[in-house]
């Protein structure tokens, strides 16, 4: 294990059973429906990959890229788009995937700006959230798990670009 790492919070396995769980309530949810499923990057491309590879509904995927960190440790507040959709979304569900919820300013920000593309119907699936950080209150239909004010790393989240790969979620030793 990497020496920066306090303590796992959830395993691959966990992660995995409670992606599964998602994509099994997402598959109820849309059932005759099709799906756009936009991912918000760098972080949430793991979590993504795992939870499009069980949908069972017709989906397509697309990406963002979104900044509320800037180069800090903490959000600034001001949400930078990085990167656009590259196709419309009007008159389609849409699914947004996100990473981790701890201000709410990013997907605020999104759904503020979703909502003037005239989607169909337009939802949050987010895999972490910091219930105590919040100062925005989204509705996230989907969350995986809600996790203590830590800086957390794996699974798509980073540390300084660093151990965004690790295959479960854990405490960054202080």
């Known amino acids: 294990m990497d020496p920066r790492i306090e ?19 997402i ?18 491309f793991m979590f993504m990959s795992d939870l499009c590879k069980r ?20 959000s600034t507040g001001a949400v930078r788009i990085l990167m656009d959709l590259r196709s419309d979304v009007a008159d389609e569900h849409v699914l947004i995937v996100e990473d981790i919820i701890d201000s709410g300013y ?10 003037t593309r005239s989607p169909l119907s337009l939802e949050y699936c987010v895999f972490l959230r910091k219930k105590e950080c919040l ?16 800086w957390v790393v794996g ?17 960054i030793k202080k």
Do not use: C, W
């Open 7 to 25: 303590s796992v919070l959830f395993s691959e396995e966990k992660i995995l059973a409670r992606v599964s769980e998602l994509a099994e309530q």
């Open 27 to 44: 598959n109820r949810d849309y059932q005759g429906k099709k799906l756009v499923v936009v991912g918000i990057l760098k972080g949430a």
């Open 55 to 74: 949908l069972t509904v017709p989906h397509r995927i697309e990406f963002m890229a979104l900044s509320s960190y800037g180069n800090k440790t903490t």
């Open 106 to 115: 990013t997907l605020d920000f999104l759904a503020h700006l979703m909502k």
């Open 135 to 150: 100062k925005k209150d989204v509705n996230v239909k989907y969350l995986g798990f809600d996790v203590p004010n830590y």
């Open 155 to 171: 699974y798509g989240l980073d540390m300084g670009e660093e151990l965004r790969t690790l295959p479960y979620i854990a405490t």
